[in-house]
């Protein structure tokens, strides 16, 4: 395998919802404060706040802290909504936004609110044309676009984005088809488990073994070509546990998800021990797989800033 790009470390924490208005802004003025780069949210159904006044309630409050999805679902809104609402936020915010954007997969989502449950092929042929009908908005001038999905026609996208020609698109996959797009197109490439089911289960923990995350960069390697430099490596850390006992943490963590030990020791979807521990961990999996754009959940914005301040950046 070529060697993967050695990028800057970055931090993001993905965060859904708080107890109201006040809480969620310090959160988000906790994160600028302990050095996380960026905030990203989910995209649901669910209890979660909803990702646009979220998103830009938190630009609002803060002065360098990025925001975006993890990651928007293309079934949700139409493309050209959705691109006039990011430029938006890229205006507002002064050029803080990154475009995460994917195929959706719970399907949860779409049984209670009634939008059709595609096949994943269906999903993923649509969510490619509108990855390019966000493209075509944010472009200098009107265009149009002739897909199976979506039509465009002379339209202008405005306004147009701070950040030229568009914001960092950060695609995230766990299967061949969509990693293979993510490394031909996206600024920023996310290594993801195997949600094809529509839920968390078994296979997506087994999705999660470093193995299984060598067979997937391996895939963006080879499709990336010459673009490869350019890529930003994403993962998100589902298991953070900042602890000095990392043993009885790795222990407790497999008996938990009935997952071999090792297979927990050595996930790059965790981030477990001591800060000294979590550090050399990241600077090893930066090396293996080029990830270097690390984000953890709301709830590690205190714990793991030790971590943060001693990598980021570097």
Same mark, same amino acid.
């Given at each position: 395998m070529p060697s993967l790009p050695q990028k800057p470390f970055r931090f993001g924490i993905?965060?859904?919802?708080?107890?109201?208005?006040?809480?969620w802004i310090e959160l988000a003025r906790k994160a600028e404060a302990n050095g996380f780069d960026v905030l990203t949210m989910p995209d649901h159904f669910t209890e979660q706040f909803a990702p646009i006044p979220a998103l830009t309630a938190a630009a609002a409050v803060t002065s360098s802290l990025r925001i975006g999805a993890l990651v928007f679902d293309n079934d949700?809104?139409?493309? $050209? @909504?959705? &691109?006039?609402?990011?430029?938006?936020?890229?205006?507002?915010?002064?050029? %803080?936004?990154e475009i995460g954007i994917g195929a959706g997969w719970m399907i949860t989502d779409y049984e209670q609110a009634g939008i059709a449950y595609d096949t994943p092929g269906v999903r993923v042929d649509r969510f490619i044309e509108g990855v390019k009908v966000i493209q075509g908005c944010m472009a200098d001038r009107p265009f149009s676009f002739s897909g199976k999905h979506y039509t465009i026609t002379g339209y202008n996208g405005l306004p147009k984005p701070v950040?030229?020609?568009?914001?960092?698109?950060?695609?995230g996959g766990g299967g061949k088809r969509v990693l293979t797009f993510a490394a031909q197109n996206a600024d920023i490439v996310g290594i993801n488990p195997n949600?094809?089911?529509?839920?968390?289960?078994?296979?997506?923990?087994?999705?999660?073994?470093?193995?299984?995350?060598?067979?997937?960069?391996?895939? $963006? @390697?080879? &499709?990336?070509?010459?673009?490869?430099?350019?890529?930003?490596?994403?993962? %998100?850390?589902?298991?953070?546990?900042?602890t000095e006992d990392r043993t009885a943490a790795v222990d407790a963590l497999a008996g938990f998800f009935k997952a071999p030990r090792e297979m927990v020791d050595s996930t790059p979807f965790g981030a477990i021990g001591p800060p000294s521990a979590i550090v050399e961990q990241l600077l090893a999996q930066r090396e293996r797989w080029g990830f270097s754009y690390i984000i953890v959940g709301g709830d590690d914005v205190d714990s793991f800033a030790p971590v943060v301040a001693q990598l980021r950046g570097k």
């Open positions: 993905q965060a859904s919802h708080s107890v109201d208005g006040k809480s949700y809104k139409h493309p $050209v @909504v959705l &691109a006039k609402e990011l430029a938006t936020m890229d205006v507002l915010s002064s050029g %803080r936004v950040q030229r020609p568009c914001p960092p698109i950060l695609i949600l094809k089911s529509g839920a968390i289960d078994g296979e997506t923990i087994g999705h999660m073994s470093a193995e299984s995350v060598d067979e997937k960069v391996g895939i $963006v @390697v080879e &499709a990336a070509g010459d673009r490869l430099d350019h890529i930003e490596m994403n993962i %998100r850390a589902f298991i953070v546990n900042v």
